[in-house]
């Protein structure tokens, strides 16, 4: 029970760090080089990367 509970708090405080830390980005035309390719992720994604990561199954996940 108190392993689920450090679980749900780590991934709440990923959620809520990339949630912030997207939402401070800013984007200045004529200075910034425009995004056109590459990896995006958002907050959903990286919490169910660090779950699995956390659950010790890397790749897959938990087999059920």
Same mark, same amino acid.
């Given at each position: 029970?108190? #392993?689920?509970? %450090? @679980?749900?708090? /780590?991934?709440? @405080? !990923?959620?809520?760090? /990339?949630? #912030?830390?997207?939402? =401070?980005? !800013? +984007?200045?035309?004529? #200075?910034?080089? !425009? ?7 958002? =907050?959903?994604?990286?919490? %169910?990367? /660090? #779950?699995? &990561? @956390? =659950?010790? +199954? @890397? !790749? &897959?996940?938990?087999? &059920?």
């Amino acid at each position: 029970m108190v #392993e689920e509970n %450090k @679980l749900e708090q /780590i991934l709440k @405080l !990923v959620d809520e760090y /990339i949630t #912030e830390k997207h939402a =401070s980005q !800013v +984007w200045t035309p004529g #200075e910034d080089w !425009v995004r056109y390719a590459g990896p995006y992720f958002d =907050s959903q994604e990286y919490v %169910k990367s /660090i #779950e699995s &990561l @956390l =659950s010790e +199954w @890397l !790749v &897959l996940g938990q087999m &059920l």
